[in-house]
Structures are given as C-alpha cells and as structure tokens.
C-alpha cells in the first residue's frame, strides 16, 4: 500500500524529484569535474563535447528511461519497503541513504553509458513503430528501424569514448574526499540514533503488549497517535547520547551495548508474537539479512583501530549491496 503524507504519495513523489534531480546532478558532475578528451587538446572542442554534450546526452538517457518506468519505480519503491518491512526504522534512513549514495558513485557512473545506448535505441524504436498497433511472432523488424537505432546509439557510444579514459576517476575522488572522512560522524549519528529508538521500542513493546510499531509490517496505526510522548523522549535521548558520544564519554559505550541487547531481544519477541497473532505473517529473509548486517555493523566494530573501520566500511557496502538487489530483484518482481 502507498505511504501518503496529506494526500501526496511518497513514492510517487520521489519519482518525480528523481526525474527532476538526476539530469541536475548530471550536468553537475561535468561542471566541476576536469574531464578531458584524450583525443584533442582543444579547449573549445573540450567545452562542447565534456560540459554540454556528454551532460546533455546522459541526462536524457535516464529522463527517458525514469519516465518511461515512472509507475513501475514507484511500485517499487511501494513493494519495497514491505520486503525490508522487518529492518528497524532506526536504521531504515541512514542505511537507505548509504545504498544510494553507493548507487550514485558506483552503480550509475558505470551502467549510465550501457543505459544511454539503450535509451537512445529505445527513443529510436518507438519513433519509427509508432504506428505499428499489432505485433506478432513472427514480425519482421524494417531496415529503416534497424538503421535509425545503430544510428541513434552512436550518440551515446561517441560520448562515452570521449571520456572512457577518465570515467572511473569521479567515484574514486567522491568515496575518498567526501564519503570516507564524514563516516566517524555518520556513524556517531547512526550509533545514537539507534540506542535511543531501541529504548523507545522497548518502551513500546511493554506499553501496548504486542508487535513494535518499529520492527515489523503489521502494525496497528491507531495505536500510534498514543505514544507521542515516548517520541519526545527519543529526541531527547538521540540528543544526549549523541552529546556523549561526540565528547568521549566512554559511559557512552555501556548505553550501545544495551541498545543493542534491547533490540536483539525485541526482534525475538516480535519474530515470536508476529507468528502466533497473524496468520498472514512473513518473516522476509531478506530484511531479516540486512537487518543483521545493519545491527552488527552498529554495535561489534566500535574500536578505534583501522582493521575496526575499515570492517565497518565493509559492512556498509555490504548493506547497501544487500538493499540494492532487494531493490533490483523487486522491481523485476513488481506487478
């Protein structure tokens, strides 16, 4: 079902702010990075083809591409939040927004110029069968169709050489300038946030003697409403552990290390109760996957020592590997 925020549909939302920020973010990229041709040292021809064209040409691709998928992504993103319904909220956000930064300097710099082939392609396709109604078996494809697609795709592949020689060095220059030195405090952030909704939960857990609005699908939503004060208390302890933590307080360590108690034990009761009181319940392997990965990752590497970091990075690519094949394999699925 659609999460609705008065009356607007979430994930219909973020489909249109995608189609809105991807080109954006695109013609960013050639803005301020110092790509080059390999083939001419001319500085006119440089502009055109790196800060126009290849920006241009790759902004259209995904436009085409997200508007031609538009109700299937955002159907997705509806399914997919179900699949990962067992993942802590706590944990939903900043791991959510890990998989995409992944996506946006690993996963789209590499398939972007395989998608413009395709989108490019595509355009052609739809542009000379346009008038075609009726599509059987056995078809044949006209030449000036073929013709206008290898034509069609040249414009991407062109871009694509034109700057092949330098296109893996902007995921590089992003993860070890801008993701890895803001991780201690990402984490910090995370490492609160969570003990601070573990307590809030088990809080919860108590109060209403049933599922935890936090940690699983099924959830009464009329029961919500009622615990407004328990979320002012969790604000307050997000604050105060945070303050700890950016202080070194090592008391710091004994409150991680019973968030993390308090939410292993609520899982088991949730896991439990869930089975016995819905008949419809699912245990989605695969959110029960990430959540351990989320939870582990939060919790056991927490020393200072590099071997300690460099796991938790680990763990974070493996998250966000984790939450984007739910997303792939879910869209794939999606009706």
Not at 278 to 298: T, W
């Amino acid at each position: 079902m659609s999460k609705q925020v008065k009356g607007v549909i979430i994930s219909r939302l973020i489909v249109v702010l995608a189609i809105i920020l991807v080109p954006i973010s695109t013609f960013l990229i050639y803005v301020f990075v110092d790509f080059n041709l390999w083939y001419s040292t001319d500085q006119i021809l440089t502009f055109w083809i790196i800060k126009i064209v290849c920006p241009l040409v790759f902004s259209i691709s995904w436009l085409f591409i997200l508007i031609l998928f538009a109700n299937r992504l955002a159907n997705t993103m509806d399914s997919f939040d179900e699949v990962i319904g067992v993942v802590p909220s706590r944990l939903k956000f900043f791991y959510g927004i890990n998989a995409v930064y992944i996506l946006f300097i690993f996963v789209f710099p590499v398939i972007t110029p395989i998608i413009s082939v395709l989108s490019f392609a595509s355009f052609a396709w739809r542009l000379t069968t346009f008038r075609k109604e009726n599509w059987e078996d056995d078809t044949k494809v006209s030449f000036l169709t073929k013709f206008t697609m290898g034509f069609f795709a040249l414009i991407p592949i062109f871009c694509t050489i034109s700057i092949i020689h330098k296109y893996l060095d902007l995921p590089i220059f992003l993860w070890n300038e801008i993701w890895v030195p803001i991780l201690p405090y990402l984490f910090d952030i995370s490492y609160s946030l969570f003990t601070a909704l573990a307590i809030g939960s088990l809080i919860i857990l108590f109060s209403n003697s049933g599922i935890s609005e936090y940690e699983q699908i099924f959830v009464d939503t009329t029961k919500q409403k009622k615990y407004w004060n328990v979320r002012i208390l969790e604000a307050f302890l997000f604050a105060f552990f945070l303050f700890l933590d950016l202080y070194d307080y090592e008391v710091i360590e004994f409150f991680y290390i019973a968030g993390f108690v308090i939410i292993i034990f609520i899982s088991i009761v949730n896991f439990i109760r869930g089975k016995s009181k819905y008949k419809g319940f699912k245990s989605h392997l695969f959110g029960y996957l990430i959540a351990a990965v989320f939870i582990g990752s939060n919790v056991v590497f927490t020393s200072d020592s590099v071997l300690s970091f460099n796991l938790r990075i680990y763990s974070l690519l493996i998250s966000a590997i984790l939450y984007i094949v739910v997303l792939i394999y879910t869209f794939y699925q999606v009706e």
